[in-house]
Structure formats: C-alpha cells, structure tokens
C-alpha cells in the first residue's frame, strides 16, 4: 500500500534510507504472492490450504512476539520489514497479504482469482515503491497518494494482467484495462493494509462480474 508521507526533501537522508530498504524488503516479500496463481493451477486446494496454514502461523509467531518470544528469522524479519506505525504493535500486514490472495482463490474462478492476485502483487507491491521512492506529486484528490504511486499501479496491474490473458490464450486487453483502472480507484482508498484484502476482491469481482 502507497501511504501518504511528508515531502521527501523534509526527511532526513538516513531516515530515508532506513525507510526505503524496509519499503523494499517488505515489497519483495509481497512480490511473492503472485507465486499463488502458479500453485493454485497446479492443485487449487494444496494452495488454499498452504494459504490458510502460512498465514494462520504468521499469526501465530507474531502473538508470541508481542509477548517476548522471538522467532528465529521470522520475528526478525517481521521488525525489519514493519512501517514506523507498526512499531509496538501486531504486524497485521502478513495476515492481510495472505487472506487476500486466499479470499480470491476461495471465491473466483481461478482466471479472475489469478487478475485478482496479479493485482495485488504488482499492482499495489509496485504503487508503494513508486511512492517511497519516486512520489513528489501528491494533490489532494489524491489522498495523500502520489500520482507517480497510481502510474505505477496501473502499468503494473496492466502489464501483468495483459501478460496473463496472452500466456492463457485469450490476450484481452480490455481486461488488462479494466483490472488496471479497478485497483488504482481502489488503491486510493485509504485503507491502511487492509487494501492487501480489498484490491483483491475488487479486482476479481468487477472482472468475473463483467466478463
């Protein structure tokens, strides 16, 4: 998710390195989910249930954490990948990467749980590093989002959805367009990381609907 965030030239460069490799940790773990759709093509429930217990287990070690108990590498790499708002606090954003790639795949058919996911890896992963690292223009139409954020969720939803229809047979690029123009609409909602669920859901659901 892009958050809005104060000027870039008013932070600190240290701060804003520190920033900017959290942000790239935390994404390229986010990238990760578009492995689903590959999963899911090769047993839809193996990766449901794969889905579930990850996520149920995150959960799991990220209570203990709260509490003192510290998980090798995972806590570790939890604290390191965590927004200055998390601090202190359950990381809920592993819980809603996960049920947003699980609630698709649940629901849809797995071509539209496929968009959905592709939506959510590439088009809100890519939004956020747009944002840190490249965000200057942020009206106030806008909600603290950058117009560079919602180029890059569009080309990236677009691209990657596009690619997906061609390598299914059908390349249908109004899909792609449709897909694209639903997750930056729905990326600009300020939802915190609840938008991991939401895009998701949007995504598939408009295009299923539609199509």
Same mark, same amino acid.
């Given at each position: 998710m892009e958050s809005g965030q104060k000027n870039l030239e008013e932070i600190p460069a240290e701060l804003l390195q520190d920033r900017?490799? $959290?942000?790239?940790?935390?994404? $390229?773990l986010h990238f990760l989910i578009?492995?689903?759709?590959?999963?899911?093509?090769?047993?839809?429930?193996?990766?449901?249930?794969?889905?579930? $217990?990850?996520?149920?287990?995150?959960?799991?070690?990220?209570y203990l954490r709260q509490r003192g108990v510290s998980i090798?590498?995972?806590?570790?790499?939890?604290?390191?990948a965590s927004r200055r708002?998390?601090?202190?606090?359950?990381?809920?954003?592993?819980?809603t990467l996960g049920l947003g790639a699980f609630l698709p795949l649940l629901i849809y058919p797995l071509?539209?749980?496929?968009?959905?996911i592709y939506a959510l890896a590439f088009g809100d992963g890519t939004a956020s590093l747009a944002g840190k690292f490249i965000?200057?223009?942020?009206p106030s139409f806008l909600f603290g989002k950058s117009v560079e954020g919602s180029v890059a969720c569009f080309l990236g939803t677009f691209l990657s959805v596009w690619f997906y229809t061609i390598i299914t047979g059908n390349g249908n690029i109004f899909i792609a367009l449709l897909a694209a123009c639903t997750a930056v609409v729905t990326?600009?909602?300020?939802?915190?990381?609840?938008?991991?669920?939401?895009?998701?859901?949007?995504?598939?659901?408009?295009?299923?609907?539609?199509?």
């Open positions: 900017r490799k $959290s942000e790239l940790l935390r994404k $390229s578009a492995f689903v759709p590959i999963l899911a093509g090769i047993n839809r429930y193996f990766t449901l249930i794969l889905l579930a $217990s990850g996520t149920l287990a995150y959960g799991l070690m990220e090798p590498l995972i806590s570790r790499l939890t604290v390191a708002r998390d601090m202190g606090r359950f990381v809920l954003g592993p819980v071509p539209f749980a496929s968009i959905a965000g200057r223009l942020r990326e600009l909602i300020p939802l915190r990381d609840w938008d991991n669920i939401i895009i998701p859901m949007a995504v598939g659901g408009l295009v299923w609907l539609i199509y």
